[in-house]
């Protein structure tokens, strides 16, 4: 069974699927017209869609061949929505975007620490990422969950800083932006 959440399997009013549109209602929020973003592991596309009606263009990368075929049937924007295979576990570049989002994706890699820098190095102005921040009993998590702690050593660095960090249910929602433009 794919592991991507889609109304038509857990609801229209189901808590996986309005959990994840909160935090790609909250991302577009952060959008600029102009922007180009990255929605990694975007699954089937409907938070690629949400993120696609505030911005320039969207970037759906996913693993799930099948998760992206539903996308570009369902979910996609013409002119505005791109889907295509990456797998974050083994990506060496990313295109360069102007924001980043990933929602529970981090706990899902192996070697974020390989990762992050390639994100940071890529993202113009900001980085958006969700992940647990308890041990929510996946078996599918590489890790059990993130601190807050653990998040600001991942994206901060000399060029970024934490902007927002909010929590909804067993997830925080961190926004990290580049220090020369600044929010």
């Not at 660095?157 to 961190?174: H, I, K, M, N, T």
Request: net charge negative; charged share 30%.
């Amino acid at each position: 069974m794919p592991g991507w959440i889609e109304p038509i399997k857990y609801g229209k009013d189901g808590r996986p699927y309005l959990g994840h549109t909160f935090r790609y209602y909250l991302a577009r929020g952060f959008l600029e017209p102009t922007d180009t973003v990255i929605d990694c592991a975007c699954g089937c596309g409907y938070g690629s869609q949400i993120l696609a009606g505030a911005c320039a263009e969207v970037y759906g990368y996913d693993i799930d061949e099948e998760a992206l075929d539903r996308a570009r049937v369902r979910y996609n924007v013409p002119g505005k929505t791109h889907f295509d295979v990456i797998d974050m576990e083994t990506v060496e570049d990313i295109p360069p975007c102007d924001v980043f989002v990933s929602f529970e994706t981090i706990e899902h890699i192996d070697n974020i620490e390989r990762l992050a820098p390639i994100i940071r190095a890529r993202a113009r102005r900001l980085i958006i990422v969700s992940t647990p921040w308890r041990d929510t009993k996946s078996p599918h998590h590489k890790r059990a969950f993130f601190t807050a702690e653990q998040l600001y050593k991942m994206f901060q660095d000399d060029d970024w800083a934490l902007w927002e960090l909010v929590r909804q249910g067993p997830y925080s929602v961190a926004v990290f932006y580049r220090k020369e433009r600044t929010p």
